[in-house]
């Protein structure tokens, strides 16, 4: 299923992974405020630390930027040491949460299962999520690109409510691309993309499917997400390495539109 990104808005997220202190991260989010526009068409979220959240939230007040938290558990209470719920990140005021990374997915052993929970613990908390997929580089080179994000997106949005899918952001993420320099061509995420939302229009309707944003994610810098974003099943972002910093993050913004 192929459409035009004309009738969806854009969104650009940052993930800024396990980087900057509280105050690094207020001065990098009031210098993205400062150079975003009041009003504009791209939905701008960033995902700093679980630390810096709540100060983050203070310095956006008022903006057009959003918050996101990158990981969540799925449980919203209990003798679970260590971890967050989505209950807490809507409590710090996120409006967002990144599920299924695929560094979550390989260093910490997140699996699709996982990821069906956290996801569904995120929309039963009224926040919205930004799940991630993509193929490894040996599934790559077996021709199983299409095979594996099938079969994530299916897991991740196994059994969710039709009315959950408006709060849901799928993010394709090959993991070859992430950190690499080396994006996915242009057309590669094009197919992959379409992919993804024909699923979504099988697995619940055509009209979710169309109204559904679909980032893509992978060495996205202001020099090649003109190309990236412009493809038509293509929504927008979601940026690693490049929102660093807030010159590159806002080229991206701008080329989203
Ligand atoms: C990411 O971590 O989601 C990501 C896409 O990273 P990068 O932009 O650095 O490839």
Known sequence: MSTTNQTRRPLVAGNWKLHKTIGESVALVREI?????AESRCEVVVAPVFTALAAV??????????LSAQNVFWESRGAFTGEVSALLLRDVGCD???????????LFGETD?????????VLASSISVIVCVGESLEERKAGKTLQIVSSQVRSA???????HLPNVVIAYEPV??????VNAEPEEVQQA????RGLVAKQFNDSLAKSTRIL???SVKPENADLLMGQPDVDGALVGGASLTADSFIGIVKAAG
């Open 33 to 37: 405020k400062t150079a975003l526009a």
């Open 57 to 66: 939230r203070d310095e956006i007040k008022g903006s057009v930027i959003k």
């Open 96 to 106: 967002y949460v990144i599920v299924g990374h695929s560094e979550r997915r390989q």
């Open 113 to 121: 299962a996982s990821v069906n929970k956290k996801v569904k613990a």
């Open 157 to 163: 949005l196994d059994g969710l409510a039709l009315d």
């Open 176 to 181: 070859w691309a992430i950190g690499t320099g």
């Open 193 to 196: 993309h379409e992919t993804i």
């Open 216 to 218: 893509y994610g992978g």
